[in-house]
């Protein structure tokens, strides 16, 4: 098994910055996509961007240019750096791993953490 904590939400105003992290634990051998999902208030859980292994990454339209993803390989540890926040990205930020590139069939989640932006 495979454990995400994720740690850094809390509020903040409307165009400041948070940096989200996440650590992976456990029967880590590798993992090559890692990323971030989120969860507003009576939404659907929502891509944020994942970061490959090689380097790659996408990005949602609605956070492009604001957000940013990085990773510590050696850390298995992944951030995401938001910037210029506004109150729409108010949500619980989950981070997400998964073991294949091409395959979707074993995934993993953290618990989440909460970011409030007030406007």
């Known amino acids: 098994q495979v454990q995400l904590v994720e740690s850094g939400g809390g509020l903040v105003q409307a165009g400041g910055s948070l940096r989200l992290s996440c650590a992976a634990s456990?029967?880590?051998?590798?993992?090559?996509?890692m990323g971030w999902y989120r969860q507003a208030p009576g939404k659907q859980r929502e891509l944020v961007g994942v970061?490959?292994?090689?380097?790659?990454?996408t990005y949602a339209d609605s956070v492009k240019g604001r957000f940013t993803i990085s990773r510590d390989n050696a850390k298995n540890t992944v951030y995401l750096q938001m910037d210029s926040l506004k109150s729409e990205d108010t949500a619980v930020y989950y981070c997400y791993a998964r073991p294949s590139i091409t395959s979707w069939s074993e995934n993993y989640w953290g618990k989440g953490t909460l970011v409030t932006v007030s406007s």
């Open positions: 456990g029967r880590i051998f590798s993992l090559p996509v």
């Open positions: 970061m490959r292994s090689g380097g790659s990454s």
